[in-house]
């Protein structure tokens, strides 16, 4: 019997198309590829960064550049703090913090920004007037 490295277990579920190297094995409920290293199970992205590129910084996560959770290319993987990989998605609180305006084209800049004691933010202009947010 021919014991199969890590290594060749793993390359055997990538899909590489001309972009996206996707994973098709075992998914999580997320939406990730999911490797059993061991006896242990990590997430594919994971494993294929350190195969190619190496260690991931351990206060570091990977964020995917292409927004393809199935995907396993290195290249589309940048190591970032876990606040910057959230910041950079696709949650409401990510897409709130990336508005530039309010809701009634008022710039959230430093001089008509309110930062309510939760950490969000409310336009000057409008608490001004009244107006909800």
């Not at 999580?28 to 242990?40: A, I, M």
Request: net charge positive; hydrophobic share 35%; with cysteine.
């Amino acid at each position: 019997m021919v014991a199969v490295s890590i290594a060749g277990r793993f390359w055997e579920k990538v899909e590489k198309t001309p972009t996206c190297w996707l994973w098709t094995g075992a998914v999580n409920g997320n939406g990730y590829g999911n490797f059993n290293e061991s006896g242990r199970y990590v997430g594919a992205h994971r494993v294929a960064y350190e195969l190619v590129i190496g260690p991931i910084p351990a206060d570091l996560t990977l964020d995917h550049l292409c927004r393809v959770r199935l995907c396993v290319n290195p290249s589309h993987l940048e190591p970032v703090t876990n606040g910057d990989n959230v910041r950079r998605g696709m949650s409401v609180p990510a897409l709130n913090a990336r508005k530039t305006h309010c809701k009634r084209g008022h710039p959230f800049d430093a001089r008509n920004t309110y930062r309510r004691p939760d950490g969000s933010r409310q336009c000057r202009a409008c608490r001004r007037i009244g107006v909800p947010a």
